[in-house]
């Protein structure tokens, strides 16, 4: 929830407590501090670039997440794939972390697109958020 709500409070005690962390006489403690404001500051930039990746996530699936969370999910797993096959021939810089590794098959060549297909209309089928209160008749949720 705090991705949604609040947003900024995580980051914000992250950045906090590293902070003190980073004054104290034990080494080890210092380092857990610079762990833990790497964290927060990744934490930062995975908000801003969800801005502009779900913007864009968003356009292809047809709608926010709240309403298309399938074709959503699976978008964002394609784009995973991508990348990650983008490591192999060096389109983007990978280490011995992430990036490409020989004994790890490929989902693109894994037929996975068919154990997966979406039903057509399956959107229309789930509730929706309202704008106001929802009507009577959706006042129990997914149908």
């Known amino acids: ?15 906090f407590h590293a ?8 080494a080890l403690e210092r380092e857990h501090g610079e762990q833990l404001l790497a964290s927060g500051l990744g934490w930062i930039s ?19 997440f709240y309403t298309h969370w399938q074709r959503h999910r699976l978008l964002e797993n394609h784009i995973d794939a991508w990348n990650y ?16 590794k020989p004994t790890y098959n490929s989902l693109a060549e894994s037929a ?3 154990a997966v297909q979406i039903p057509q209309g399956i959107d229309k089928s789930c509730w929706s958020r309202q704008a106001g209160p929802p009507p009577p008749d959706a006042s129990a949720g997914p149908r």
Do not use: W
């Open 19 to 26: 902070r003190e962390m980073m004054r104290q006489e034990s």
């Open 46 to 64: 995975h908000l801003g670039a969800d801005t502009i990746a779900h913007s864009f996530v968003n356009e292809q699936c047809g709608g926010p």
């Open 1 to 15: 929830m705090v991705h949604y709500r609040h947003t900024p409070a995580v980051p914000n005690r992250l950045i």
């Open 85 to 100: 096959e983008c490591t192999k021939n060096d389109t983007l810089p990978a280490n011995n972390f992430i990036g490409f």
């Open 112 to 114: 996975l697109h068919f």
